[in-house]
Nanobody, 118 residues
Framework: VQLVESGGGSVQPGGSLRLSCSLS???????????VSWYRQAPGEQREMVAT???????EYVDSVKGRFTISRDNFKSSFYLQMNDLQPEDTAVYYC??????????WGQGIRVSVSS
């Protein structure tokens, strides 16, 4: 079982990126009950949760990304996404996807770099 991320890169301020995370090795019927989240870790900083979309519940966001980032999930594809708009230099970080749900355990993606600079 693993989470595989894609979609990072470098953009200028005001640009957009879409991160994807796919769960492999587990039925999509299990994915449905998992809570999924995106975290990020900037250089010299602690890892913080950016957005979360618990199973069957509404999304929640850290204040700094509200109105700019959107987390979504496609249960049939066992995948979830982070659409990031109006990116700013302070969004530069390594982004990690995360999924958890008892009794299936919790899983981290490998991390993907997002760089925002002019």
């Amino acid at each position: 079982v693993q989470l595989v991320e894609s979609g990072g890169g470098s953009v200028q301020p005001g640009g957009s990126l879409r991160l994807s995370c796919s769960l492999s090795g587990m039925s999509h019927m299990v994915f449905v009950v998992l809570d999924v989240s995106w975290y990020r870790q900037a250089p010299g900083e602690q890892r913080e949760m950016v957005a979360t979309r618990p199973s069957g519940k509404d999304a929640e966001y850290v204040d700094s990304v509200k109105g700019r980032f959107t987390i979504s999930r496609d249960n049939f594809k066992s995948s979830f996404y982070l659409q990031m708009n109006d990116l700013q230099p302070e969004d530069t970080a390594v982004y990690y996807c995360y999924a958890k749900g008892a009794p299936f355990g919790d899983y981290w993606g490998q991390g993907i770099r997002v760089s925002v600079s002019s």
